[in-house]
């Protein structure tokens, strides 16, 4: 089981950037997934959830707004839209997964599969 991170890069404060987070190994299509992000010397926080079936979403305040989560259950395959960027959202971004039929989550203690990250950077 294997999710794949993808997307990142650098970019300058305004500009925009799509993660995309492709699952293998198994479907995801019954699973909540999420995005996370850990800045440097900052512990890991939760950025956006989606329900598996598309219909229910979950933000940060920080983001709400500038990002948007969605699913393509067809190609196992979660995105990240991100606009409006900031310094601040410099991190690694991570996605990840709940067991099949759990509920929507912010809570990184929830999910039980990670992804190997993609680093954001966004300069002033």
């Known amino acids: 089981v294997q999710l794949q991170a993808s997307g990142g890069g650098l970019v300058q404060a305004g500009d925009s950037l799509r993660l995309s987070c492709a699952a293998s190994?198994?479907?995801?299509?019954?699973?909540?997934m999420g995005w996370f992000r850990q800045a440097p010397g900052k512990e890991r926080e939760s950025v956006a959830a989606?329900?598996?079936?598309?219909?229910?979403?979950y933000y940060a305040d920080s983001v709400k707004g500038r990002f948007t989560i969605s699913r393509d259950n067809a190609k196992n395959t979660v995105y990240l839209q991100m606009n409006s960027l900031k310094p601040e959202d410099t991190a690694i971004y991570y996605c990840?997964?709940?067991?099949?039929?759990?509920?929507?989550?912010?809570?990184?203690?929830?999910?039980?599969?990670w992804g190997q990250g993609t680093q954001v950077t966004v300069s002033s």
């Open positions: 990840a997964a709940r067991f099949a039929a759990a509920l929507l989550s912010s809570r990184a203690t929830d999910y039980a599969y």
């Open positions: 989606i329900s598996w079936t598309g219909g229910g979403t």
């Open positions: 190994g198994r479907t995801f299509r019954n699973n909540v």
